[in-house]
C-alpha cells in the first residue's frame, strides 16, 4: 500500500466538499427550500436547538435575514420556536418533528453508506482520520472569521 501524498489528501478533501455541495443542492431543491434553509436545518439537526442569534452567526445572516429564514421555516413546518429554558429573553428553534418524517427520499441511505464507510476504518486509523477532520473543519472556521472581516 502506498501512502498518499499530502496534497492528494487535501484534492480529495475539496472533491468530496464539491460533491456534498452537489447533493446538498438536490436535497433543497427536492425539499422545495433554499440551500440556506436547508444549511439552518443541518445545523438544527447536528447541534440541537439554537437562538435565533446563535443559528444566524452560523449562516452568516443579519438578525432581521435570520427572522425571516425561521419564519419561513416554521410556516412550512420544518422547525419552530420555543422559550429558552434559562433566559425568557431568547426562544429556541428546534427542528419539527416534520424535519425527521420527512426527509428527503435517498437522505437515510446515504447517512447508512457514510456510516459504513466510516465503520470500514481501521481502528488505528479512526483518531487520525478524525483529528485531519476536526483541523479541517477548525481550518474553515477560521477562514469564515477571517473573509468576514
Known amino acids: 500500500m502506498t501512502t498518499q501524498p499530502a496534497g492528494d489528501l487535501a484534492g480529495s478533501l475539496q472533491r468530496f466538499g464539491l460533491q456534498r455541495d452537489r447533493m446538498r ?4 431543491r427536492r425539499a422545495r427550500i433554499s440551500a440556506t434553509d436547508l444549511e439552518a436545518l443541518e445545523h438544527l439537526e447536528a ?3 439554537l437562538t435565533q442569534r446563535e443559528l444566524g ?7 432581521g435575514a435570520v427572522t ?4 419561513r421555516l416554521e410556516r412550512a413546518g420544518w422547525a419552530h420556536r420555543r422559550p429558552h429554558p434559562g433566559d425568557r429573553r431568547y ?3 428546534e427542528l419539527s418533528p416534520r424535519a425527521a418524517a420527512d426527509a428527503p427520499e435517498g437522505l437515510a441511505a446515504y447517512h447508512a ?7 470500514g476504518v481501521p481502528a488505528g486509523q479512526r483518531e487520525a482520520v ?4 476536526a483541523a479541517a473543519a477548525d481550518a474553515a472556521a477560521a477562514a469564515v472569521i477571517e473573509l468576514s472581516r
Open 130 to 133: 478524525a483529528a485531519f477532520l
Open 47 to 49: 447541534d440541537g436547538p
Open 68 to 71: 425571516v429564514l425561521v419564519d
Open 113 to 119: 453508506r457514510v456510516r459504513a464507510l466510516a465503520a
Open 25 to 28: 443542492a438536490v436535497l433543497a
Open 57 to 63: 452567526e452560523r449562516l452568516s445572516l443579519t438578525s
Open 91 to 93: 426562544v429556541l428553534i
